[in-house]
């Protein structure tokens, strides 16, 4: 069964810690996302990678960066956690442009609190 | 840039009856693919339908399936026979045919179905 795994369910930080979130997946997808999931306000791009070591800023990637040393692997970084990135975060992967449209696939999320 | 807007943050339905979630979304695209995904209460999102643009024809999936109307850019979903477990958010995306495989989320509609 082909997946996408999140290193954690859920995470407690201190505010000032850097928080590092894994995300790995088994289909050799060449795309991978994180966004964060805030209700009322849905699902929000932190940052893409399209290849590895390659990667692209998304809607809002303040206070975050990310690693993609190994195609399966794209990791969340926040450098200095803070109590307003409490969230949950969603890995999701995706098969190469020129391949149709298929969709992501998600992880099952990491509810992240900051404390 | 693409929108996705989703009208109805709540809806509730009785089990065994139909229901429709409501999509529009903005663009001057041609060619693009929409996307219903499905988020159970703590548990992964799920793809639960895709339509390609350039197809007439409305996608269909078991209970589901959708009322795709382009010129007016509504994309919405039907579930027929609701069940206990259709309980979830619902989440309308778009992807666009060229660049990146980047989805564009709506906000969600929690739905939930009543005994």
């Known amino acids: 069964d082909v997946k996408v795994t999140q290193s954690s369910r859920y995470l407690v930080k201190r505010t000032g810690e850097k928080v590092f979130l894994e995300c790995v997946q088994d289909?050799?997808?060449?795309?991978m996302f994180w966004y964060r999931q805030d209700p009322g306000l849905g699902l929000r791009l932190i940052y893409f990678s399209y290849d590895v070591k390659m990667k692209e800023k998304g809607d809002i990637p303040e206070g975050y960066s990310v690693s993609r040393e190994k195609k399966e692997r794209f990791s969340l970084i926040l450098e200095s956690a803070s109590t307003n990135q409490t969230s949950m975060y969603l890995c999701a992967s995706a098969r190469m442009r020129g391949q149709g449209s298929y969709g992501y696939t998600f992880g099952s999320g990491t509810r992240l609190t900051v404390v | 840039a693409q929108t996705v807007t989703q009208s109805q943050p709540e809806m509730s339905v009785q089990e065994a009856e139909t229901v429709t979630l409501s999509c529009t979304y903005d663009?001057?695209?041609?060619?693009?693919?929409l996307f219903w995904y499905k988020q159970p209460p703590s548990r992964q999102m799920i793809l639960v339908i895709r339509q390609e643009a350039y197809k007439q024809q409305n996608a269909t999936e078991n209970r589901f399936s959708v009322n795709f109307q382009k010129a007016a850019k509504s994309f919405s979903l039907k579930i027929s026979d609701s069940q206990l477990g259709d309980t979830a958010m619902y989440f309308c995306?778009?992807?666009?045919?060229?660049?990146?495989?980047?989805?564009?989320f709506g906000k969600g509609t929690k739905l939930t179905v009543n005994p």
């Open positions: 995306a778009f992807s666009s045919q060229g660049g990146s495989e980047k989805l564009v």
């Open positions: 289909m050799d997808h060449e795309n």
């Open positions: 663009t001057s695209e041609n060619n693009y693919y």
